[in-house]
Structures are given as C-alpha cells and as structure tokens.
C-alpha cells in the first residue's frame, strides 16, 4: 500500500513539473495574456481537468512559476561565509552558481515572461518585489559575514550586492532577455568572472 501511495504521489509531481514546464513554454512562445489552459495542457500531455487540479487559475499558475525561479536564485546564492578562504576564491565560486543559473535557458525563458507580465499586471510587480524583501538572498548573507569579520568596508549593503550582480548580468543576462545576444563562451565567462571578483575586491576589500 505504502509504495502505490508513493507511485501516486511521483506520478502527481511528475504532472505538475510537467504543467509548469509547458506553461512557461507556452508563455514564453504566445505570452502569459494569450496563452490558454487548453494549450498548456496540450503542451503537457495532460487533460484540462488535471491542470485545474493543480491550479486554479492561470494567476496561480503564473505565480508558482515565479516562486520556482525566485527559488533557483537563492540556491545559485547559497554559499556559506569562510574565515580561513580568500574573499576571491569564496566570490568566484558564488559567482559560478550565477553564470551557472544565467545559462539555464528555461531561467531565460521565466525572465522573459516575468517581465512581459509586469508590463501588463502592477499588482504583479508588486508581489516580486515582496517576494524578494521577504527572502534572505545568498550573498547579502555572505557580505554581513565579511563585513563582519571586518574584511570588507561596505556601508550600503544593497548597493554592493547590486554592483556584483551588475556586472554579471550585464554581458550574461539581458542580452540573452532582450534577445541581442546569447550566452557567452566558456572562455568569456571565465574572463568576466575573474574581473567582476578583482575589480570588486579593489574597492571593498580591505
């Protein structure tokens, strides 16, 4: 009985990762206004029915597609501070879980479709943005470590999280989001990294 119980349960989860998936396909491809329930399910392999199950409405659809990439974000974050470990080392290695994330396509994709939305709903950049205040982001906790330990000066800590990301983003991001540009090369991604960490540590490290 246990293990029919845990077949359902992989199978209905199977099923909603599958619905999502389709969704930000299909959103991406026609847009969150135009894309409908059926054509999601279509894209999924599923029945309209099993789609309802697991959302309601396309609004929670689109939301739960939001708190996925808002989760990928903070794990590419994730990095627990290092007393005994340079800044530079500790600093390429959260900045390789970014570049990491910033070349998933389907990250790309949910981007694109986060900001068509914003266009049309306020109401849902208004719930970004307190998703984001609510969350603890991997690299502002790192900073207060450092900061901490007296190994950076930073006085304005959103600043400086900011700046880091900025310079990331700016040659592997909104290329691929505005569509004139793709991912950068290995080679590249190197090179960005590496100036991105020395360029920072230069000025914050103290």
Same mark, same amino acid.
């Given at each position: 009985?246990?293990?029919? #119980?845990?077949?359902?349960?992989? !199978? ?9 998936? *389709? *969704? ?10 135009? @894309? ?6 279509? @894209? *999924? ?15 929670? !659809? ?14 590419? @974050? ?12 500790? !600093? ?8 990491? /994330? ?26 970004? %943005? ?8 991997? /690299? ?44 950068? @090369? ?10 991105? #960490? ?7 490290? %103290?």
């Amino acid at each position: 009985m246990e293990n029919k #119980v845990e077949e359902k349960r992989t !199978l209905s989860d199977r099923k909603r990762e599958d619905i999502i998936n *389709a *969704a930000i396909q299909e959103f991406d491809r026609c847009g969150c206004q135009k @894309t409908s329930m059926d054509q999601i399910a279509k @894209t *999924a392999n599923v029945s309209k029915r099993t789609v309802y199950n697991h959302f309601p409405s396309k609004e929670v !659809l689109f939301d739960e597609i939001t708190a996925v990439m808002w989760t990928e974000c903070l794990a590419a @974050t994730e990095y627990a501070y290092r007393k005994d470990e340079p800044l530079s080392v500790q !600093l390429t290695t959260i900045a390789k879980q970014q570049m990491d /994330l910033l070349k998933s396509q389907s990250f790309i994709s949910v981007s694109r479709l986060i900001f068509a939305e914003c266009f049309h709903s306020p109401e849902a950049v208004e719930k970004i %943005i307190r998703q984001m205040n609510e969350s603890d982001n991997g /690299l502002i906790l790192w900073l207060q470590e450092a900061i901490k330990d007296e190994r950076l000066n930073i006085t304005d800590i959103d600043v400086a999280y900011s700046q880091f990301y900025g310079m990331l983003k700016s040659m592997a991001f909104w290329p691929q989001v505005i569509g004139f540009g793709q991912y950068p @090369t290995d080679e590249q991604v190197q090179e960005i990294i590496d100036s991105s #960490v020395a360029m920072y540590l230069k000025y914050y490290e %103290i």
